[in-house]
């Protein structure tokens, strides 16, 4: 009796073993449905257009191994227009989080094989419940972008899905890390998107972003144009400024996405990781005296100032192809990361105008919103003068620059190389707006005008009536130069901390920095400030 009722145990367990098998075996089928997504053919037509799918790019940004997905069978709900047909798991979008570099960063990742990889109601819930997680985990947020809007089909509940997300992005703002990689077509109220996150990386050819696209353009204005004419990836790389990065490849977009990772903290609580360096503190930077010209009209190259000073002449510049008067960088210094602001003498001698004080009033911000030290290197001849200049607001784009820097409470270090004149001079990061140590090479020239300038006006009546004009005006220029512009004038005044050898220019920015690292500033009780916009 004993025997056979073990007997008949052993077949149920057997049965529901089996069953069990049966369940796990449906499990992988669905979730390797899901994976491969519709058909090979949409797969090939994906590639056939130089792009990956979803999962690939996941795998490219994320360490390997290491991505979990969310909500991988999700599926939408709504009917009507043959939808109800359609209910492919995942409803166009890979959710979920991985690491790189071993620290946690979560994801999304449009799938254009899927409805286009536009948005509807369950596809929006998912990139919400990822947002919201990567809020409460305190993790950077990366978003793979490859959609076509707006799913129609489903009316405002998709609009809806948008707002959702431009909340959060803005609530997340200066919070976590957000960045947007668009490599697919990106086109009216889901621009908005990448506009309100920290850095847009865009891919030619196949990436594009506009409000209205080329046949609206063309019925609304005449006009005729492309897509990449319109929005792709060159024109918001130099003209437009939305594209911080620009790549001719998927995978080498992706790894740059990895390297700013890198650079970047966690979340605004934390700071930037540091890496060890072999390139020493105390190098001396005598090469510096090659790289620029004492001659304050030559031009030359910041980039190769920069490239002398920083971590074994590693940087990473961002918007490189717009506003090239002004150099905005991520390095590292002794291992710990530095953003550095630089007046660009190879452009237009290294004016501030409306676009370069954009550029660099936004990378301020986000440098001081993550614990990020600023470095400010100063070679500038003023504002770009001009009737554009002024009518396009000049006096409001340049308070943009002055009141990122005002605000900035990280520690701030300004080296004044040459020239730095008039209200340029007190915009980047002068002593008087609060930068923590000024420091100068014997070389600079800090006045409320350039000399020529300077004399011009002070001594015009003597000059005018002088029998040799010329002569007087040679001889005065020499006067103004000698008595308020000479390389100590402000160091004497208090204005600069110190004149240094350019050889020893790493070394005194690391050793400020260092002393700096503690820097605690009190911040003013108030809701927020009121920055010109």
């Known amino acids: 009796m004993g025997s056979s009722t073990g007997g008949v145990r052993m077949s149920e367990a057997a049965a529901v073993e089996g069953a069990f098998e049966n369940r796990l075996g449906e499990l992988r089928e669905i979730k390797e449905a899901a994976r491969r997504g519709p058909d090979d053919a949409a797969t090939a037509r994906q590639h056939s257009r130089g792009k990956l799918t979803a999962h690939e790019r996941i795998e490219l940004l994320l360490d390997p191994g290491t991505f979990t997905e969310l909500e991988a069978l999700r599926r939408h709900r709504a009917t009507g227009f043959g939808l109800e047909h359609r209910r492919p798991y995942s409803d166009g979008v890979v959710c979920g989080w991985g690491t790189v570099y071993g620290r946690t960063v979560f994801v999304y990742a449009h799938d254009f094989r899927i409805f286009g990889g536009a948005l509807g109601e369950a596809h929006a819930h998912k990139i919400h419940k990822v947002m919201d997680l990567a809020a409460a985990a305190g993790a950077p947020l990366v978003s793979l972008n490859d959609g076509a809007g707006a799913r129609i089909q489903e009316g405002v509940t998709a609009l809806a899905g948008y707002g959702g997300i431009f909340q959060r992005n803005t609530r997340c703002s200066g919070v976590i890390p957000q960045i947007s990689v668009m490599l697919g077509p990106c086109a009216g109220g889901a621009a908005y998107s990448p506009a309100l996150t920290d850095f847009v990386f865009m891919v030619r050819e196949t990436s594009q972003m506009f409000i209205t696209g080329p046949d609206v353009v063309q019925a609304v204005t005449g006009e005729e144009i492309t897509q990449n004419g319109l929005g792709g990836a060159d024109v918001h790389a130099s003209t437009t400024g939305v594209a911080a990065f620009v790549y001719d490849d998927e995978r080498s977009c992706l790894e740059d996405v990895r390297y700013l990772l890198s650079l970047l903290p966690a979340n605004n609580n934390e700071a930037p990781p540091v890496e060890p360096t072999a390139d020493p503190a105390d190098r001396r930077t005598d090469r510096l005296l090659d790289l620029v010209p004492t001659d304050a009209a030559q031009a030359y190259d910041m980039c190769a100032v920069i490239e002398e000073v920083v971590d074994d002449g590693e940087f990473l510049q961002v918007h490189a192809g717009w506003a090239t008067n002004v150099v905005c960088a991520l390095a590292r210094l002794d291992g710990h990361v530095v953003g550095i602001v630089a007046n660009q003498p190879a452009t237009l001698a290294g004016v501030l105008d409306i676009e370069a004080s954009e550029k660099a009033a936004r990378f301020v911000q986000h440098c001081d919103a993550f614990n990020i030290p600023l470095v400010t290197l100063v070679d500038v001849p003023g504002f770009l003068p001009g009737v554009a200049q002024e009518h396009g607001g000049i006096i409001r784009h340049g308070a943009k620059l002055l009141y990122a820097y005002c605000n900035a409470t990280v520690p701030r270090v300004q080296v004044i190389l040459r020239k730095a004149y008039g209200g340029a001079y007190i915009v980047m990061d002068s002593r008087s707006i609060g930068t923590d140590v000024s420091l100068a090479w014997p070389t600079n020239e800090i006045a409320v005008m ?84």
């Open 450 to 533: 350039g000399a020529e300038g300077a004399a011009n006006v002070i001594f015009r009546r003597e000059i005018n009536a002088a029998d040799d004009p010329e002569t007087v005006r040679r001889m005065k220029i020499k006067e103004y130069r000698t008595e308020l512009m000479h390389p100590y004038y402000a160091a004497e005044r208090g204005l600069v901390d110190d004149v240094i050898e350019p050889g020893r220019t790493r070394e005194l920015l690391i050793r400020s920095l260092a002393m700096l690292r503690a820097k605690h500033a009190d911040i003013p009780a108030r809701k927020h400030g009121n920055p010109p916009v």
